[in-house]
């Protein structure tokens, strides 16, 4: 036993360090229990954790904006998937991914719509130029 020892520092992770709240330590072993390769560089484990957690919450912020426009205060997998689906870049990254309970988009082929018009011209003339008789005695009191 040491007599003069130090009080030995508290312990840092490397999530804390490197400013992140996704685990590195686990998504480190996660990196080499896989075998996706035979050696892991340092780097590798805070470069993925900062990646997933950059997509997590960009899809809960584009969620919680589904909710909040469904009236709801609680995000569920229907929010989920119009947040994905609406988004350009997540559908295209999560275009094959099928979500439990999170429906269909609501889409409408235009070809089904019915045709809109522009303005609708009276198919009749109207009351006041139907009758040549009325139009002249119209023009005589205007004289008059």
């Known amino acids: 036993m ?30 080499k229990l896989g075998r996706y390769a035979r050696r892991v560089g340092s780097g590798a484990p805070i470069y993925l954790a900062a990646v997933l957690e950059y997509l997590a919450a960009e899809l809960l912020e584009l ?34 991914v099928t979500i439990a309970h999170g429906g269909v988009l609501p889409n409408i082929n235009p070809v089904l719509l019915p045709k809109k018009t522009a303005a609708k011209e009276p ?4 009351k006041a130029t139907k009758s040549p008789k009325k139009d002249k005695k119209a023009e005589l009191f205007k004289l008059n």
């Open 2 to 31: 040491k007599l003069f020892s130090r009080p030995r520092k508290k312990a840092v992770s490397r999530s804390v360090k490197a400013g992140l709240q996704f685990p590195v330590g686990r998504i480190g072993r996660f990196l």
């Open 63 to 96: 969620a919680g904006n589904a909710a909040r426009d469904n009236k709801k205060t609680r995000i569920i997998p229907r929010h989920l998937l119009l947040a994905i689906r609406n988004d350009d870049e997540l559908g295209k990254l999560l275009g094959g």
């Open 123 to 126: 198919k009749s003339p109207s």
